[in-house]
């Protein structure tokens, strides 16, 4: 039978556990949130008493977890379990510190860690259309490619541990400047008068037309937040992490760097529990657009 772990079912885990279910997959998962576990439940994913369950139960161990500390906490219950050698998968953006100390934690049990965020939104989670930047050991990688392939709509072996979030932090830093930029674009467009989904029509059948733009020009049209397909508080997080990493190899990212203060500003105005399209807001007022 396919058996999958499944620990962190925010967001990105509950969508990715719930695809994995409807695909064939015996899915145990587990979150610290007990509205999260039974929202699983309800999709079809047993939940485990804790992260050590899960690692009793599967071989293979997805990991969608909001920090660092959240990460370390749970590597430490999968390795306290003491089961045989299970592969780890970790999904989400940390600092390459963050995800080495994790593969070697692991490795000094016997198990295997990978390094792979994925690229897409909570939007594209819930309809599978994820991209995984998988790194690390290609045989494990291998092992899991029926498992990507069953949440995602491609996977990249990008070679050596820590690859993976590397290039993360590319398609990340891309993201960050066109969700600003069509907020810009959107509130430029109404403040001239233009209908807002005139605009969406036209520009996204044009050379204007970005993933991101064709993802939240609708969400910024009817200034709808919730509920959040990334989070304004997480990705700020995400954001540190680009930046932290550019300062380490000397790279000046002045595009990006002057996309913070709006995403700062969002969270300042109360945004910061919704989407990350709420920038649409901050912009709004900063031109006087009243809609």
Not at 21 to 26: F, R, T
Not at 164 to 191: F, P
Request: glycine share 12%; charged share 20%.
């Amino acid at each position: 039978m396919k058996q999958v772990g499944m620990i962190g079912l925010g967001i990105m885990g509950g969508a990715i556990a719930r695809n994995l279910a409807a695909k064939g997959w015996h899915v145990v998962g587990f979150d610290t949130d007990p509205e999260r576990c039974e929202g699983a439940r309800q999709n079809g994913v047993e939940v485990a008493a804790n992260s050590a369950g899960v690692a009793t139960a599967a071989e293979i161990i997805l990991m969608s977890l909001p920090s660092p500390a959240a990460v370390r906490a749970v590597v430490a219950e999968i390795v306290a379990a003491k089961a045989p050698k299970r592969i780890v998968v970790e999904l989400s953006t940390l600092a390459l510190a963050d995800k080495f100390a994790m593969r070697d934690a692991l490795l000094a049990a016997g198990h295997m860690g990978l390094d792979c965020p994925l690229s897409g939104t909570g939007a594209q989670a819930q309809t599978g259309d994820l991209v995984v930047f998988a790194s690390g050991d290609g045989a494990a990688i291998d092992k899991c490619r029926p498992v990507f392939a069953d949440f995602s709509r491609k996977t990249a072996d990008l070679g050596e541990f820590g690859n993976g979030s590397k290039m993360k932090y590319v398609a990340n830093h891309l993201v960050a400047v066109h969700n600003v930029a069509t907020a810009e674009a959107l509130v430029l467009g109404m403040k001239s008068g233009l209908d807002p989904q005139t605009i969406i029509e036209v520009i996204s059948s044009g050379a204007g037309n970005s993933r991101v733009f064709e993802l939240r020009a609708p969400l910024m049209a009817q200034k709808k937040y919730d509920p959040p397909t990334m989070r304004i508080t997480t990705w700020k997080k995400d954001l540190d992490v680009i930046g932290g990493y550019a300062g380490e190899l000397g790279v000046p990212l002045p595009t990006f760097d002057a996309t913070l203060a709006l995403y700062s500003a969002a969270k300042s105005m109360g945004y910061g529990g919704q989407d990350t399209g709420s920038v649409c807001a901050v912009l709004e007022a900063m031109a006087g657009l009243e809609r």
